[in-house]
């Protein structure tokens, strides 16, 4: 059912030249959520007020207008203190979300793995955890819809101590999930592969990249947050070894603290990345400053060494003049163009190749596991059959975390 929602911002003095992208973002995550934007109230600022977010002016303007409209929440485009949730539901009388709860409220209603549902219900508990004090009134006026999807009001209402143990337990559960990974991710780098991972901000075309690029069935939807848990699949396209390919979860500007510390164990499957296609939405009016947000975030990740294309996706949506933000390799393409998928397909074989390391290793002919093996995950140049010595002379390429094996082969 949808639910006619307010939303209100506040501009900064540091936030000026974003500011109406962030509100115009703010709609759209309403808008996945089923909400219905009435009216946005918006307010200039030297800082936010510590009691109300907004002015006492622009507060009994929300007022004035409640009183001839049917509204069922108010949602303010900043992380609202508890006491100012405290005050603006006392006065407002109508159901309040702030930016973070709304974010959280869409990764509850798109995780689909049960890491995934843990991660969430973790950073929206954390999240609560600080807003108990003094908010039972303010919970029992959530109801449904818009911002209460998770834990669920009745788990929230329970004290603290609950509260914590519920956090210390998945905690554990996760850090169990994320060890499991790690032996995962070891094997592969043995056993396995060259890994490609997609990331980009959200709703830049991701998971249409990645069904392009595999036999892969990763959800499509123009919304945010489309994709929540990872997916990997096996590319297609080069077939000189196994490379594999994942699809990961879309980045945002102020992706809220809770969400980024819940995720990060699944975020930091990039820093597993052999090559990172960084897919932007070269459409956006505003596309350079979400590929300075994606960007930041390998940063912190500490991701930003790793090869990188920046694969500037929908051109042929572009209405303004478009080129590269950077000198980085790029190209701009339009998933739903073959001429353009092979291009870049093109481009992702050469850049795999350049990233391969030359070897040269001598083989026994009865040494019939460590030749699966090169072929299964090296790119091989030459197979020489040395009939003296009764082995093979190969050369190849290898990514770079197998050739130390190959070289210090015995």
Known sequence: MEEKAILVGCELPDNHERFAESMKE??????????KVVEMFTQRRTRIHSAHYIGKGKLQEIVT???GEEID????????????????????????????QLILDIFASRARSKEGKLQVELAQLKYMLPRLLGKGIVLSRLGGGIGTRGPGETQLETDRRHIRRRIQAIESHLNKIVQHRSRYNERRKKNDVFQVTLVGYTNAGKSTLFNRLTSGDAFEEDKLFATL??????????????????????????LPTELIAAFRSTLEEVTEADLILHVIDASHDHYIEQEVTVNQ??????????????????????????FPSTSEE????????????????????????????????DVPVEDGKTLAFLESNTVLSNK??????????????APKHIAPLIINHD
Not at 73 to 100: M, P, W, Y
């Open 26 to 35: 703010l709609e759209a995550l309403t808008k996945t959520v089923n909400g």
């Open 65 to 67: 207008f409640l009183k």
């Open 73 to 100: 929440l108010i949602i303010f485009n900043d992380e609202l203190s508890a006491g100012q949730l405290r005050n603006l539901t006392d006065i407002l009388n109508v159901k309040i979300i702030d930016r973070t």
């Open 229 to 254: 848990d990872p997916l990997t699949r096996k590319l297609d396209a080069y077939t000189k070894m196994n490379v594999l390919l994942t699809d990961t979860v879309g980045f945002i500007q102020d």
């Open 297 to 322: 975030l390998l940063r912190e990740l500490q991701a930003h060494h790793i090869p990188k294309i920046n694969v500037y996706n929908k051109k042929d949506l572009i209405q303004h003049s478009f």
């Open 330 to 361: 790029s190209i701009l393409i339009s998933a739903f163009s073959d001429e353009d998928m092979s291009r870049l397909i093109n481009l992702i074989k050469a850049k795999i190749d350049s990233e391969l390391v030359p070897y040269t290793l």
């Open 384 to 397: 020489t059959w040395l009939e003296d010595e009764q082995k093979f002379m190969i050369t190849g390429l």
